[in-house]
């Protein structure tokens, strides 16, 4: 390989993938030009139209006191709305579907709409 010769230190798949990059062999490739209005998912403008919930797990590392020292486990239920960004979260010791029930009539009673 002259390039090699002639003081390149690359590898050869690093000189094609910089040979492409550069354009000079098989064209430049354009990235498509992205614009808001090709979003995947709508603007929500209306408050409680989509809220997102998750659970996770509480880690260990951020316990403190008897739930540490008991080695208890704890679940934490997330809610936010994306239109307002308003955040509900509560904490249970179990995962459990009877749990994510509780959480969903304390959010209907929380959030305002």
Same mark, same amino acid.
């Given at each position: @390989?002259?390039?090699?010769?002639?003081?390149?230190?690359?590898?050869?798949?690093?000189? !094609?993938?910089?040979?492409?990059?550069?354009?000079? &062999?098989?064209?430049?490739?354009?990235?498509?030009?992205?614009?808001?209005?090709?979003?995947?998912?709508?603007?929500?403008?209306?408050?409680?139209?989509?809220?997102?919930?998750?659970? +996770?797990?509480?880690?260990?590392?951020?316990? +403190?006191?008897?739930?540490? %020292?008991?080695?208890?486990?704890?679940?934490?239920? $997330?809610?936010?709305?994306? &239109? $307002?960004?308003? %955040?509900? !979260?509560?904490?249970?010791?179990?995962? $459990?579907?009877?749990?994510?029930?509780?959480?969903?009539? @304390?959010?209907?009673?929380?959030?305002?709409?």
């Amino acid at each position: @390989m002259a390039a090699k010769e002639g003081g390149y230190s690359r590898s050869y798949s690093g000189f !094609i993938y910089a040979a492409k990059r550069l354009g000079l &062999c098989g064209g430049k490739q354009e990235k498509p030009n992205i614009r808001k209005s090709d979003r995947r998912y709508s603007e929500i403008l209306v408050p409680g139209e989509k809220v997102q919930v998750d659970v +996770k797990e509480v880690p260990y590392n951020f316990l +403190k006191g008897a739930a540490k %020292r008991d080695g208890k486990h704890l679940y934490r239920w $997330t809610a936010i709305d994306e &239109c $307002t960004r308003i %955040r509900f !979260i509560y904490g249970f010791e179990e995962h $459990t579907p009877e749990n994510s029930v509780k959480f969903f009539k @304390m959010l209907q009673k929380i959030f305002p709409f």
